[in-house]
């Protein structure tokens, strides 16, 4: 079965960096419109960025200028490179992709993975 598993997540001092990844494993042939996104303690899930297909990316205001995503179609797998780290960017960072099956395209997110931004 296809799943996502994250990595990277931590913590960090202000103004340093963390990498995370994202990597779909199963019976895939492809991934396509890979994002990440957070969640704070008491507040809801946000969009952090987006890829498209073609490149095009889409950040949180939030986030501009400090975060990119990238993506390794060959490794089905999706990055996001955080760096001049906040505290208010300590959340659970999920990613999220569509992957191709068998079955046709398929939502799929990930379990995961805790940033903490603290001195």
């Known amino acids: 079965q296809v799943q996502l598993v994250e990595s990277g997540g931590g913590l960090v001092q202000p103004g340093g960096s963390l990498r995370l990844s994202c990597a779909a494993s199963?019976?895939?042939?492809?991934?396509?419109?890979p994002g990440w996104y957070r969640q704070a303690p008491g507040k809801q899930r946000e969009l952090v960025a987006a890829?498209?297909?073609?490149?095009?990316?889409n950040y949180a205001d939030s986030v501009k200028g400090r975060f990119t995503i990238s993506r390794d179609n060959a490794k089905n797998t999706v990055y996001l490179q955080m760096n001049s780290l906040k505290p208010e960017d300590t959340a659970v960072y999920y990613c999220?992709?569509?992957?191709?099956?068998?079955?046709?395209?398929?939502?799929?997110w990930g379990q995961g993975t805790l940033v903490t931004v603290s001195s």
């Open positions: 199963g019976s895939i042939f492809s991934i396509y419109n």
């Open positions: 999220n992709m569509m992957v191709v099956t068998t079955a046709g395209s398929l939502g799929v």
């Open positions: 890829i498209t297909s073609g490149g095009v990316t």
